[in-house]
């Protein structure tokens, strides 16, 4: 709970200005790390669903990879060989834009016919929810910082 000593218009107008700011200065000290903490929980659901594909079943966006000889004679994950592609997956946050990526060499080739998230770029509702909850609780945690000074 915040103790706030101002007006009701006053709360008001920081509320405001600390939504503002998210939806605007992404790149801002105060804003950067609640783009951090969205990119980094899109990062490990992205890993979750690579998981759950690499072991034969189908993400929330209907993706379900081809199974491979190897998997159906020994039921070992998918693209799981030497980790290197999975490890090699990371997210960023750069001016309010949220990436995800593998970073190996043979990611473009590897994921062309196996991939980890859409194609199309269009995230699934259960992946913006993973985004809208994050941005919701650093929201919360910035007006409540705002509020305090």
């Known amino acids: 709970m915040v103790e706030f000593r101002g007006s009701s218009q006053q709360a008001a107008e920081i509320i405001h200005q600390a939504v503002w700011d998210v939806v605007n200065r992404p790149s ?5 790390p609640i ?20 072991r034969g079943g189908t993400d929330a966006a209907g993706i379900k990879w081809k199974l491979t000889k190897r998997f159906l004679e ?3 994950p998918m693209l799981f ?9 990371e997210a ?12 190996v060499d043979y990611a473009a080739f590897v ?7 859409p194609e199309d770029g269009e995230l699934p509702d259960e992946w913006w929810e993973v985004l809208a909850k994050e941005f919701r609780e650093g929201v ?7 509020l305090a000074q």
């Open 28 to 32: 801002n000290p105060d804003i950067e």
């Open 35 to 54: 783009y951090r903490r969205a990119a980094d929980a899109l990062l490990l659901k992205v890993k979750e669903e690579y998981d759950l594909k690499s």
């Open 74 to 76: 020994t039921h070992s």
């Open 81 to 89: 060989r030497t980790g290197d592609l999975f490890k090699s997956l």
């Open 92 to 103: 960023e946050s750069v001016n309010g834009v949220i990436t995800v990526r593998a970073v």
């Open 111 to 117: 994921l062309k016919s196996r991939p980890a998230w």
């Open 140 to 146: 919360k945690e910035l007006i409540e910082k705002r």
